[in-house]
Nanobody, 125 residues
Framework: HVQLVESGGGSVQAGGSLRLSCAAS????????MGWFRQAPGKEREGVAA???????YYADSVKDRFTITRDNAKNAIYLQMNSLKPEDTAMYVC????????????????????WGQGTQVTVS
């Protein structure tokens, strides 16, 4: 049973912080590549961050040094700590899973990700 459930979105002022969570079913989480994407109205889906089963991380240039992705193997969950938020970070944030290790340029290839959550809205004003 594949399941990805996000939480933690909300509204925040510029410069503020939010922490997103994604709870995954065991067979989805396993040792797979997990990540966060975002999509703003009228824009294409954008890769934000990804993390391998071993903990290697990947970030979009636009969020480096502001966002941190982590995973908790005991809880089958990943998190996205977002600091110094900007209005341009406003989007629907969606958790995704890729079966296997994160391939090179994984954030640039949303179509290769197999499983997606419903998303959680982040609004920065």
């Amino acid at each position: 049973h594949v399941q990805l459930v996000e939480s933690g979105g909300g509204s925040v002022q510029a410069g503020g912080s939010l922490r997103l969570s994604c709870a995954a079913s065991a067979d989805t989480y396993n040792n797979n590549c997990m990540g966060w994407f975002r999509q703003a109205p009228g824009k294409e889906r954008e890769g934000v961050a990804a993390i391998n089963g071993g903990g290697s991380t990947y970030y979009a240039d636009s969020v480096k040094d502001r966002f941190t992705i982590t995973r908790d193997n005991a809880k089958n969950a990943i998190y996205l700590q977002m600091n110094s938020l900007k209005p341009e970070d406003t989007a629907m944030y969606v958790c995704a899973a890729y079966l296997g290790a994160c391939p090179v340029t994984v954030l640039a290839r949303p179509k290769v990700w197999e499983f997606w959550g419903q998303g959680t809205q982040v609004t920065v004003s």
